[in-house]
């Protein structure tokens, strides 16, 4: 299975909603990430994972709360988001050591209103 | 900071035309990896260099990392209309390999 799967595949929220983004991955992976893509942009790295501990923050706003309760699943946690919030949102996973390729997950497109 | 640039930005081509994007960093990489994103999609890996002056192809795809290991490119022969998309690349950070640079993309549109 070479599949990252993500849910839901779009979500609206109003800005004092709170929601979670969900990702999985059975393929053995350890490092898994968190970008986000706005139109016509490339993806932007917001959270990287490593062996289900946090490695990299890129200096993300606290309303964005990453969260990997095992080697297969990471959620992000989203609280109080602003319409420039309203992005692409795509998880990634690879082997932790060295740089190997990224499988990334379809996206949840998310709008806040 | 660490830099990785693509040109062009946007390249229209009528189908069977070739194509070619060039990506360039700031900094001398251990690898580069190539992506390509077709619209509405996500990105999916192509392939990843490592070795200075490197070639490798995949049937119509050609890719280049250069000698001096800050430069690469991705060539299309006879453009199909299966090729449209945005292609990537992307370098690791020198400070943190966990952590992948990408490109701004080329974003390519094929005329039947």
């Known amino acids: 299975d070479t599949e990252v799967t993500q849910t839901p595949k779009h979500l609206v929220m109003g800005m004092t909603n709170k929601k979670s983004l969900k990702c999985e991955q059975h393929m053995g992976h350890r490092a898994m990430y968190w970008y986000k893509q706005k139109a016509k942009k490339p993806p932007e790295l917001m959270f990287v994972y490593s062996y289900e501990k946090l490695s990299i923050n890129e200096s993300v706003p606290s309303r964005f709360s990453p969260e990997c309760p095992n080697s297969s699943l990471l959620n992000l946690h989203l609280h109080a988001l602003q319409p420039e919030d309203s992005a692409l949102y795509l998880c990634?996973?690879?082997?932790?050591?060295?740089?190997?390729?990224?499988?990334f997950g379809p996206g949840t497109r998310l709008t806040v209103l | 900071g660490q830099q990785v640039m693509q040109i062009p930005q946007y390249q229209h081509v009528q189908e069977g035309e070739d194509f070619t994007t060039y990506c360039n960093s700031s900094?001398?990489?251990?690898?580069i990896q190539w992506y390509k994103q077709r619209p509405g999609g996500h990105p999916v890996f192509l392939i990843q260099l490592v070795k200075s002056g490197e070639v490798k192809k995949q049937k119509r795809l050609t890719f280049q990392f250069g000698e001096a290991k800050k430069n690469s490119s991705l060539h299309i022969t006879a453009t199909q209309t299966t090729d449209v998309g945005t292609y990537f690349c992307?370098?690791?950070?020198?400070?943190?390999?966990?952590?992948?640079?990408f490109g701004p993309g080329t974003s390519l549109s094929v005329i039947p």
């Open positions: 990634a996973s690879s082997q932790p050591t060295g740089v190997h390729e990224q499988f």
């Open positions: 992307a370098g690791p950070k020198k400070t943190s390999y966990d952590k992948v640079i």
């Open positions: 900094t001398t990489l251990s690898n």
